[in-house]
């Protein structure tokens, strides 16, 4: 099959043996792929991702001196069922999955491992236990948007929103983008998106963001302060800090970009007792200074992937039109585009994300 292969630090277009279903696996045919923020990264930083994984215990792993095809953002169809099958879906039918196979021994995801080729590929082998049937007629580049979109669910999710707050997005690359939709989808707003890019603010008003800023122009806490305080409210001043006196609507922040200093910069200018959910993968260590939350009782939360519920509620909520990410797509490729996509996503005014198409 022809697939894009990580191989000696290099991306390339190659033909190689499809795999092969196993016990309890299917077969299926690629129809759309996302290129993933994290694809980038584990192409520029591999080592470095998969040290720190080990570091934290986090069962993502494989052999960066062997083949590597990437891509767990996919849209599939059927073409065969492996030994020890139910079979309940059929050959012919699309499908998503969550990006995993998991056994008692083994854990491997999809599109990082040397051994389960991801949607960068022809053909892909996933566990039949994970598989969801696309519904209806739900476009498969669309459709291979429900992971992304299920990473900001889930974050939203840990953020416990109970509709009376002003969220802030700080970023509005493909993460912050499907936060904003799945906020929207739920109400919950005015939302605040902040992003240096014109090109990702312009996107960030599309997905609907209410207050959209420049940050290097505004504060986006300073447009925070617009939309969720009352008249007179002093983010900075004793009364906010000690929670006396008129209050403003709960803030709660979305950290999406993931660079160095960006969690200290939220503890240093939220306002007190803001809810901060970290879901932008940072590369490097970063340094807070506890103090200051402390002071400002700030809470502090990691995101990280998602669960079944919350991949098959997402997938259903693109069906039903109920969530609507459409704008996030800036592009699509072929296979032999994906090298020069991956270097126009390294500009973050060009696209925001770029869908791999086999028909």
Request: proline share 9%.
């Given at each position: 099959m022809k697939a894009v292969v990580m191989r000696d630090k290099q991306l390339l277009v190659e033909s190689i043996s499809a795999p092969e279903p196993g016990h309890g696996e299917v077969l299926v045919k690629t129809l759309a792929c996302g290129i993933c923020g994290s694809d980038l990264h584990m192409f520029h930083h591999c080592q470095q991702v998969l040290a720190n994984f080990k570091r934290g215990n986090i069962p993502i792993s494989f052999d960066d001196g062997q083949d590597v095809v990437f891509g767990h953002e996919y849209c599939?169809?059927?073409?065969d069922h492996g030994p020890g099958s139910d079979k309940r879906l059929k050959v012919g039918t699309r499908v998503c999955s969550l990006p995993f196979v998991i056994?008692?021994?083994?854990?491997?995801?999809?599109?990082?491992?040397?051994?389960?080729?991801g949607g960068y590929g022809e053909q892909m082998v996933l566990a039949e236990q994970l598989l969801l049937p696309v519904p209806g007629d739900l476009p498969a580049d669309i459709a291979s948007l429900t992971e992304?979109?299920?990473?900001?669910a889930h974050a939203v999710n840990r953020a416990r929103l109970d509709g009376s707050e002003v969220p802030v997005v700080i970023g509005c690359g493909p993460i912050g983008l499907a936060m904003i939709a799945i906020l929207k989808s739920r109400g919950i707003g005015p939302v605040v998106a902040a992003d240096?890019?014109?090109?990702?603010r312009a996107l960030a008003e599309k997905m609907g963001a209410d207050v959209v800023v420049n940050p290097a122009e505004q504060s986006p806490y300073q447009s925070w302060l617009q939309v969720a305080a009352p008249a007179g409210?002093?983010?900075?001043?004793?009364?906010?800090?000690?929670?006396?006196?008129?209050?403003?609507r709960p803030c709660v922040v979305f950290e999406c970009v993931g660079v160095p200093g960006l969690i200290q910069q939220v503890i240093q200018n939220a306002p007190p007792r803001s809810r901060l959910i970290v879901v932008g993968v940072c590369m490097e260590s970063d340094r807070i200074e506890p103090l200051i939350g402390i002071g400002k009782e700030m809470n502090v939360h990691f995101s990280f992937g998602y669960s079944a519920e919350e991949f098959a509620h997402t997938l259903h909520a693109l069906a039903d039109e109920t969530l609507d990410a459409t704008a996030m797509i800036t592009g699509h490729v072929t296979l032999d585009g994906v090298v020069e996509a991956f270097d126009q996503l390294a500009q973050p005014d060009q696209h925001a994300k770029i869908i791999i198409r086999y028909d």
């Open positions: 599939a169809e059927i073409l056994s008692a021994q083994h854990f491997d995801h999809i599109g990082f491992s040397n051994r389960y080729p992304p979109l299920t990473v900001a240096f890019s014109a090109g990702r409210y002093d983010i900075n001043g004793p009364m906010a800090l000690l929670g006396l006196g008129l209050q403003p």
